[in-house]
């Protein structure tokens, strides 16, 4: 590869005539260094050589592998609350005295969203569950080694409370009208892009192949694949479902093909798939959404840094079918249905309060799984360890579907003629 990167820069620099195969060369090597810089390939590379890594791969090996893990992913933790902060405060600010009321027609959206997806996916657990037979072995597994060294990198706040902290802060600057701290906090915004583009993107293939690296490692891609093929192929089905659903209402709402908005996402879920996180994959989100023609500049910067922290849809309907089943399995029987609807109906507003980390839905609703449902700890731990199995796929249907819920904005912004405030 690298010699022929240094061919063809040479070839570029030579005036050679202009024949169809000098030509094809050029061609090539502009398609394969196009090819290179695209985010998407770069994070497909990440995947493969993590996987082939961990399958080869050795202890000592491995303690590199989780170290630098551990590593990068507390620097771009580090950087996540910058983003919230840095997108969501000054998008309110422009919003202007309709702030208030887009806050609050996010939070609606954000509720139904989950919520309906947790009872579309408590219909398809009865349905289903009953006629599947799934093991609930998880044993066997590889322990990953210790990191050489643990290197911790706080964040200078935890991600809901820069959440709170960007609300309040956007609103209070729209309330006073503070044309300064309007024009601090849009330098601000600059200054995060900055980080996001030469920071947090550069880093991503690699966290991804540290991470899938660890997963070959343990086992969890050969020996849990019987659970995979079970349980998340119906998941994830439903998740394309829900997807789906969201964006045809989404265009219909808006007036706009939904399908503007959706082709562009490839990176965002395929970032989602590696890092197991919204809040980590809310940078890549935010470049994917850009790059719309249909979605309006000013309900990315607002909508989807708001949405990665509490629209939480697709780690919802995996909760909720994941629960049923595990009570099947262990219990002889589903919850019943009157228990399974108050647990979607709390569940929802559980997801909007969740973290964008991974495992955050499932940690914040623990109280619902043994306080509602009656799971013990044996419950408990099994319906953890398949939660983490799939939380990748769960998570890329949260970001691919704020998209969606970004477009609703837009079209409401429309209708309600908010017009959009241009950046001074």
Known sequence: MGKFSNLMHTLEGVNLPDSPAVSGLRRGSVRMKNLWKSLPARLLVGVIVGVLAGLVANESVMNVVVTLKQVLGQVITFCVPLIVIGFIAPSITRLGQNASRMLGVALILAYVSSIGAALFSMAAGYGLIPHLSIASDVEGLKKLPDVIFQLEIPQIMPVMSALVFSVLLGLAVTWTKSKHTEEILDEFQQIVLSIVSRVVIPMLPFFIATTFCGLAYEGTITRQLPVFLKVIIIVMIGHYIWMALLYVLAGVYSGKNPMEVVKHYGPAYLTAVGTMSSAATLAVALRCARKSSVLREDMVNFGVPLFANIHLCGSVLTEVFFVMTVSQILYGHMPSVGT?????????????????????????????????????????????????????????????????LTLILTGYAKKHEIAEEQKS
């Open 340 to 404: 399974m609807v108050l647990f979607c109906l709390l569940l929802g507003v559980f997801a909007i309060g969740a973290p964008g980390v991974p495992g955050g839905t499932v940690m914040a609703s623990l109280g619902l799984i043994t306080g509602i449902l009656l799971f013990d700890e044996t419950g408990t731990g099994l319906m953890l360890t398949i939660f983490a199995l799939q939380d990748s796929f769960g998570t890329a249907c949260n970001v691919t579907g704020d998209g969606a």
